[in-house]
C-alpha cells in the first residue's frame, strides 16, 4: 500500500499523542512497548513532514510548542473519533445484546411470556432483563433501554409511550366471599387498599366512583409484584393494574368486583431511552418490537 503524501504514519502519530500526553519520551516508549530511541525517531518523521517543531527540549524535560500543543487536541480527538468508530463497526458485527432496565411487575406479568416471539424474529440478537424500580441513568448503569410506568416526563432521557393501563380494583376469592362485601365502591373504605408506592391509581378510581380516598385506609407497598401478592393472600384489595393482572383474572385466583374501568395518560408505560446517545441496530430492533407489542390488540401472553 503506497504511503499517503498528506497523512502522517500512525506509528508516528501514536509516537506523538503519548508523549504529548506524557511529556516524556521514555514513558510513551514503555507505554508503546518501543524503545526510547524509536519513539524520538518517529517524532522527528512526524516533525519533518510537518515543517514545525512540536516540542522543546530542555535539559531534565520537555514541552509542547504552541503548534505541538493544537495538533495535539487534534489528534486526541481523531483517535477518539477512529475508537468510537471500531467500538460501533464491532458491536454490529458481533453478537448482539441489549440489556433493558424493566420494571420487576412489568417483567414478570407482561414482557417475559412475549420474549419467546423477539427471540425467534431476532436470534442473533441477547435480551439481557435488568429488573429494578429506579430510573435508569444511561450514563453508568450500561442499559440500552428502560421501561417505566407513569406520566413520560423524566430529565435527562427520552421517552415514548407504549400503551395506557387500565385500572379496576381486584380481590381474592377468599376475601371477596359471595360479593355482599362489594355491593358499591363506598364498600372498599372497609377494606386494606393496596397499592405500591404512589397510590395515583386508587385516587384515580375513587374519584372516578365519587368515593373520597381520604377516608380509606391504604397500604402502600414498594413494588407491583409485591401488592400482587397481598391482594391473592387475601390482605386487601389491589388496585388492578388490568395488564398485569389478566391471568390471574383468567385463572379466578383474582376477581374484579366492580366493573368500572379507568384509563389516564397519568398510567402509562414508557420506553425510556438516552437523549443523547444514538441507539445500537439491536436496542432499535427491540424497541420496534416491543412498540409493535404493546400496540396489538390481544394484550395477553401468547
Known amino acids: 500500500m503506497r504511503a499517503s503524501t498528506t497523512m502522517p504514519p500512525l506509528q508516528a502519530l501514536r509516537a506523538f499523542e503519548a508523549v504529548g500526553r506524557l511529556l516524556s519520551f ?3 516508549g514503555e507505554e508503546l512497548l518501543i524503545t526510547q530511541s524509536a519513539v524520538s525517531h518517529h517524532i522527528k518523521q512526524l516533525e519533518d513532514m510537518l515543517g514545525v517543531r512540536l516540542f522543546v527540549r530542555k535539559a531534565k524535560s ?4 504552541p503548534e505541538g500543543a493544537s495538533y495535539l487536541e487534534q489528534t486526541i480527538e481523531a483517535f ?17 445484546r441489549v440489556r433493558v432496565s424493566v420494571l420487576p411487575s412489568f417483567g414478570a406479568n407482561w414482557l417475559v411470556s412475549r420474549l419467546a ?39 435527562g432521557v427520552r421517552s415514548e409511550w407504549l400503551m395506557n393501563e387500565e385500572l379496576s380494583p381486584v380481590v ?9 362485601r362489594f355491593a358499591e365502591p363506598a364498600d372498599l373504605l372497609l377494606h386494606t387498599l393496596l397499592e405500591s408506592w404512589n397510590p395515583v391509581g386508587w385516587t384515580l378510581w375513587l ?8 377516608r380509606a385506609r391504604v397500604l402502600q407497598l414498594t413494588d407491583y409484584n409485591i401488592v400482587l401478592q397481598a391482594a391473592l393472600n387475601g390482605q386487601g384489595v389491589a388496585i388492578g393494574r388490568m ?5 390471574h383474572l383468567a385463572a379466578g385466583r383474582l376477581l374484579q368486583p366492580f366493573p368500572q374501568i379507568v384509563r389516564s395518560e397519568k ?23 416491543l412498540k409493535e407489542e404493546a400496540a396489538s390488540p390481544d394484550l395477553s401472553a401468547r
Not at 82 to 95: G, K, L, P, Y
Not at 172 to 180: K, N, Q, V
Not at 207 to 214: F, L, T
Request: hydrophobic letters at 45%.
Open 26 to 28: 521514555r514513558r510513551a
Open 80 to 96: 477518539r473519533i477512529i475508537a468510537d468508530a471500531t467500538s460501533e463497526i464491532r458491536r454490529e458485527t458481533e453478537r448482539q
Open 243 to 247: 395488564h398485569m393482572v389478566g391471568d
Open 172 to 180: 381474592s376469592p377468599a376475601l371477596f366471599g359471595d360479593g355482599s
Open 117 to 155: 416471539n423477539f427471540m425467534l424474529q431476532h436470534p442473533e440478537i441477547e435480551v439481557e432483563l435488568e429488573p429494578t424500580l429506579r430510573l435508569a441513568d444511561f450514563a453508568s448503569d450500561d442499559v440500552d433501554l428502560a421501561i417505566r410506568f407513569g406520566t413520560g416526563r423524566w430529565e
Open 62 to 65: 520537555i514541552a509542547l510548542t
Open 207 to 214: 374519584g372516578e366512583v365519587n368515593v373520597d380516598i381520604r
Open 267 to 289: 398510567i402509562a408505560y414508557w420506553l425510556v431511552m438516552p437523549q443523547d446517545r444514538r441507539l445500537s441496530a439491536g436496542a432499535e430492533a427491540f424497541a420496534s418490537w
